[in-house]
């Protein structure tokens, strides 16, 4: 085979077979196939797409492409949740916990944060302390205690995933369908979970923007997902306006623990995305037959305070300093904390996450380049959701800054995000679909 006659084959938009994919796939790690020719052959499908099979070998080679998690010898369903990236998307460090206080056992690699969206890597490290690489033993043993832990993917999981991203991100061969969830589906396949809860975001905060988009992703995801076995369903959730109302990875942590202690009311819309999420966690794995059922069984996990000493046990045991638990103001301590106030009276009509989550990234939140540090206590509190009655001179949002580089910048692109308008906008749904 060739892999010049395999590109060229993409680009003519014919179909590949199993081999020919697993040529290409063993290729980026044997050196036969070059990362020019990789682009080359990305861009194309990109551009012609793959069938629902191609997507499924594409997947199953790129598993195979590393080490593969045996999580067999612990107790119970292993249960993982995935979201394809929003901002103020803190669902994990809520969901996580509650589910392990429902007798789930969720052991999880997640990622850090990807452009403007946020990442539970870097979340979990604004608790002083917190070391997300683990060793494998390590983190099983942290699941047995506990019932929950979150680290990063080891180094050897599905490494040709960590080539074609590197080059997608800087070759405009992100977007595309079946590179997406091949992405996904592999990392979420080798790091050995039984059962997947996928949360496919759509809207201006999402890679996905259209509904329609989202629910084809969703689509061939859990299709994927259930070629291989694993029980898979998705969400599609909304990510036009930032879920919570913290930007930032200690304010993001400081939201998850208020959540948790039952501060925050359960028709808030992180809280409800949070359950709706965790319910179906917890409907694979055998521990709720239906949302009716889990529903309760997650009020009473925040209402027993099990959610928290969950979270707070999983940090201890990752290294993490239980006083930022106990006081998560410690979390969030900058030089100086700035209320953007309302320019005109109205309603707040429209939340650009994707700006929202580029201004947050601006103080500090996130990184502009890989190797860039992120500051773990800055970002940015909304003080209004979407639909909320503002008044002139209101507070926005608080900005909270250590480095004001950028701030004027920052500014600037939270309120091209923000729009207010006489009339009150219509409620939007927090989740759309349900695909099973
Ligand atoms: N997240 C991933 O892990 N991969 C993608 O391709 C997009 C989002
Ligand atoms: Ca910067």
Redo the contacts with the bound molecule.
């Keep these: 085979m060739l892999i010049t006659d395999l590109i060229a084959k993409k680009r003519d938009g014919f179909e590949h077979s199993r081999e020919e994919i697993a040529f290409i796939i063993n290729g980026i790690g044997n050196g036969t196939v070059a990362d020019y020719q990789l682009t080359a052959w990305m861009m194309a499908v990109c551009c012609r797409g793959m069938t629902d099979t191609e997507t499924a070998y594409l997947t199953s080679a790129m598993v195979d492409s590393g080490e593969t998690i045996d999580l067999s010898d612990l107790p119970g369903v292993k249960v993982d949740k995935h979201s394809?990236?929003g901002v103020g998307d803190t669902t994990t460090l809520v969901v996580a916990p509650l589910v392990a206080a429902c007798g789930g056992t969720v052991a999880k690699m997640s990622?850090r944060g990807?452009a403007h969206s946020g990442g539970t890597l870097d979340k979990l490290e604004s608790v002083p302390g917190v070391c997300v690489e683990q060793p494998l033993e390590r983190f099983k043993h942290i699941v047995r205690e506990t019932g929950v832990c979150v680290v990063g993917q080891s180094k050897n999981l599905d490494p040709a995933?960590k080539k074609m991203?590197q080059l997608?991100d800087v070759s405009g061969t992100?977007q595309s369908i079946p590179?997406?969830a091949s992405?996904?589906m592999s990392?979420k396949i080798a790091s050995g979970a039984d059962a997947i809860v996928l949360d496919v975001k759509t809207g201006s905060g999402a890679?996905m923007e259209t509904l329609d988009e989202a629910v084809r992703l969703a689509g061939v995801m859990v299709e994927i997902g259930k070629a291989v076995g694993r029980r898979t369903v998705a969400l599609i959730t909304d990510m036009n306006r930032p879920l919570g109302m913290a930007i930032g990875n200690g304010l993001e942590m400081k939201e998850a623990i208020e959540v948790l202690s039952g501060k925050v009311p359960y028709d808030d819309p992180l809280t409800s995305v949070c359950f709706e999420l965790a319910a179906q966690m917890l409907k694979l794995s055998g521990l709720a037959a239906d949302k009716a059922e889990a529903i309760p069984m997650l009020k009473s996990a925040i209402e027993s305070g099990e959610g928290l000493a969950r979270l707070r046990r999983m940090l201890v045991e990752l290294g993490g300093d239980p006083s930022y638990v106990d006081d998560p103001e410690k979390l969030v301590s900058v030089n100086r904390c700035i209320p953007i106030r309302a320019e005109a009276s109205g309603y707040v009509a429209e939340m650009d996450a994707k700006l929202l989550g580029t201004a947050a990234l601006l103080l500090g939140a996130g990184r502009e380049k890989v190797e860039d540090s992120i500051d773990p206590a800055v970002g940015i509190l909304m003080k209004k959701r979407y639909g909320d009655r503002i008044e002139e001179g209101d507070e926005l949002a608080v900005f909270y800054v250590n480095d004001e580089t950028d701030l004027a910048e920052a500014e600037r692109l939270f309120r091209l995000g923000i729009t207010i308008r006489d009339d009150q906008p219509e409620p939007l749904p927090l989740v759309y679909d349900v695909i099973e």
Excluded: W
């Design positions: 394809t990236g990622g990807l995933d991203y997608r992100v590179l997406i992405s996904i990392k890679f």
